[in-house]
């Protein structure tokens, strides 16, 4: 294994969640930059790179943290996953859709990267050619699955039912 101390983690999205990985990944001396064009952030953040092509090439691993829109279907493909440090590592856990799961399998088998680990896929279940790979780790999109997180999703659906009711009713 390695050390996290130290690598450079790029994250594609600097929304809420965005913000809480670079928050937890700076708490263990992982050095972090972020690519979001959209990231509403006050003053100049130096962590903020000026392009996707940047961020790749400066980055030991990079998070993908954004939503699945005409803007991000197919933003990370064999072109970006060559923009990436050899030896770097991916973590795909936003969207299906997101990332271009055959130049990734390309990227992966040819040594370019050295791993990759995926939550979300195209087409769920996944059953395509990067389950046979022994560099990636995939997971059946279970990132929100923990006890707590559903009762908050839960809670901020009820909120927001109610919201809707007192705008409707006003």
Same mark, same amino acid.
């Given at each position: 294994?390695?050390?996290?101390?130290?690598?450079?983690?790029?994250?594609?999205?600097?929304?809420?969640?965005?913000?809480?990985?670079?928050?937890?990944?700076?708490?263990?001396?992982?050095?972090?930059?972020?690519?979001?064009?959209?990231?509403?952030?006050?003053?100049?953040?130096?962590?903020?790179?000026?392009?996707?092509?940047?961020?790749?090439?400066?980055?030991?691993?990079?998070?993908?943290?954004?939503?699945?829109?005409?803007?991000?279907?197919?933003?990370?493909?064999?072109?970006?996953?060559?923009?990436?440090?050899?030896?770097?590592?991916?973590?795909?856990?936003?969207?299906?859709?997101?990332?271009?799961?055959?130049?990734?399998?390309?990227?992966?088998?040819?040594?370019?990267?050295?791993?990759?680990?995926?939550?979300?896929?195209?087409?769920?279940?996944?059953?395509?050619?990067?389950?046979?790979?022994?560099?990636? !780790?995939?997971?059946?999109? !279970?990132?929100?699955?923990?006890?707590?997180?559903?009762?908050?999703?839960?809670?901020?659906?009820?909120?927001?039912?109610?919201?809707?009711?007192?705008?409707?009713?006003?």
């Amino acid at each position: 294994g390695l050390l996290l101390e130290g690598k450079r983690l790029g994250l594609i999205g600097f929304g809420r969640i965005g913000q809480r990985v670079a928050t937890l990944a700076a708490a263990l001396g992982i050095i972090v930059r972020y690519y979001d064009p959209f990231a509403e952030v006050s003053g100049k953040d130096q962590r903020q790179t000026h392009s996707l092509r940047e961020l790749l090439s400066q980055s030991d691993i990079v998070s993908i943290h954004v939503p699945l829109s005409s803007e991000t279907r197919a933003l990370m493909g064999a072109e970006q996953f060559k923009a990436m440090n050899k030896g770097a590592y991916l973590i795909q856990c936003s969207r299906g859709g997101v990332i271009d799961e055959e130049g990734l399998y390309e990227a992966l088998d040819s040594g370019h990267l050295a791993g990759a680990a995926l939550d979300v896929f195209e087409t769920e279940p996944y059953s395509g050619p990067l389950k046979n790979l022994d560099n990636v !780790i995939l997971l059946p999109h !279970i990132g929100s699955y923990a006890q707590e997180t559903r009762m908050r999703m839960e809670m901020e659906a009820v909120n927001n039912l109610i919201h809707q009711w007192h705008l409707l009713r006003s």
